[in-house]
């Protein structure tokens, strides 16, 4: 089974979403609160699969520039979280924390750890794989008129697992 990227669906669980509160009355804990909330709220859309909640916390004008030099934007997130989202049979578990938070006046990078299991469709049947992946990200949000929005995800490193085993790519 080739196991595919798991960072469009991860890189709008870990952080590009809004939170609504002047900076000037949050503290680091304030805003860490705020983006875990937040964090949840994507979660638990790519848990249920439902599209138009998980794109509707992403801003209009998100890019993102890949490691590669490759350039993802709004429309290729969907469409990426939709092709994955067709093999995955179901999802088992699926959480992402704020580890840790470092705030700069109206920027902060975030550390995320997250956890995802689920059942996949092998690419050359409907044979069901228990896949479960890890990942550790750094993102750096900004406020952007009143509201928190993550525009950069590092990826940190991470794990995965098909039915128990170490996958290696």
Known sequence: ???????????????IVACHRSVETQSAEDVQR???AQIDLGVEATR???IDRYMSVVPQDWVLHDEEGHTVTRDDLRRGALEQWAIIEKTTSISVHVER????GNQATVWTSQRWERLMHERTGPALDDVVTTQRHEEQWRLVK????CYGVKELGGEIYVDGKPYRE
């Open 101 to 104: 938070l470092a705030l700069h």
């Open 48 to 50: 249920t699969k439902d």
């Open 146 to 149: 009143g509201k928190w929005w």
């Open 1 to 15: 089974m080739k196991v595919e990227s798991v960072v469009p669906c991860f890189v709008l669980m870990a952080g």
């Open 34 to 36: 705020l983006i875990q």
